[in-house]
């Protein structure tokens, strides 16, 4: 059974920085992309950014572009979201996802991690 656990969400101000975690396990994950959706209250969740398999090959949503990084470590089976400059419209719940393709989530989603960004 896949599960995966996001960690690093919380309360930070406009222009700060937040690094998010999902640990992956349960299956091997050779080339299986991860990615990262948010969902902001009253709105549909939105692609956020995706990583390949190995690491080699990343893309982030518009929104976040310059702002966002993200990397994997295939070692651990984890996959990161590095969140800088911040800004209250990032506030959202951040899920993490596995088998996923740009824009499309694929079956497995972590629980959630909270992301609040006051101005």
């Known amino acids: 059974q896949v599960q995966l656990v996001e960690s690093g969400g919380g309360l930070v101000q406009a222009g700060g920085s937040l690094r998010l975690s999902c640990a992956a396990s349960?299956?091997?994950?050779?080339?299986?992309?991860m990615g990262w959706f948010r969902q902001a209250p009253g709105k549909e969740r939105e692609f956020v950014a995706i990583?390949?398999?190995?690491?080699?090959?990343?893309y982030l949503a518009d929104s976040v572009k310059g702002r966002f990084t993200i990397s994997r470590d295939s070692a651990k089976n984890t996959v990161y979201l590095q969140m800088n400059s911040l800004k209250p419209e990032d506030t959202a719940v951040y899920y993490c996802?596995?088998?996923?393709?740009?824009?499309?989530?694929?079956?497995?989603w972590g629980q959630g991690t909270q992301v609040t960004v006051s101005s």
């Open positions: 990583i390949n398999w190995s690491g080699g090959t990343a």
């Open positions: 996802n596995l088998d996923c393709t740009i824009n499309t989530p694929g079956p497995y």
């Open positions: 349960g299956r091997t994950f050779i080339r299986s992309a």
